[in-house]
């Protein structure tokens, strides 16, 4: 059985190979999350970058689904060169999908989708039922 000094030896392991290695190494050997993604929320809308360098156009997907949920599809395709013996291979290929279920409805006919420089922006209105409303303050008798 490991003793509290051991996890303290291997914590500081850890923090020196994430030094020489980055911070990939933070989630323990796992599979890297794909595309990285920021979402967040203003008055108005939701809105999502996702980083996709690498990822033609063609081959995304953006689907918005029971009017409160988002879900990016697509694939990063194999490079066409194939080299003889890889020294470091971090991108990885393949197929892809993120999903994000929001807290209000989206109106589904006015989200937008633009990519430049390898990062895709949506932007989705939040519904009118969904927009703060100014109440007027009637005078009382």
Known sequence: ?????AFAQMNRLRTELEKVFGSDLKNY?????FPKVNVWEDVESFL????LPGVNFEDIEVLVLEGDQISIKGERKQSEIQPTAWIRKER???EFERSFKLSSAIDVDSVKATMRNGVL???LPKADA???RKIEIERGQ
């Open 29 to 33: 050997g796992s599979a890297q999350t």
């Open 121 to 123: 922006q949506i932007r």
């Open 92 to 94: 990885a290929t393949g």
């Open 130 to 132: 969904h927009q703060p």
């Open 48 to 51: 999502v970058e996702a980083e």
């Open 1 to 5: 059985m490991l003793n509290d000094n």
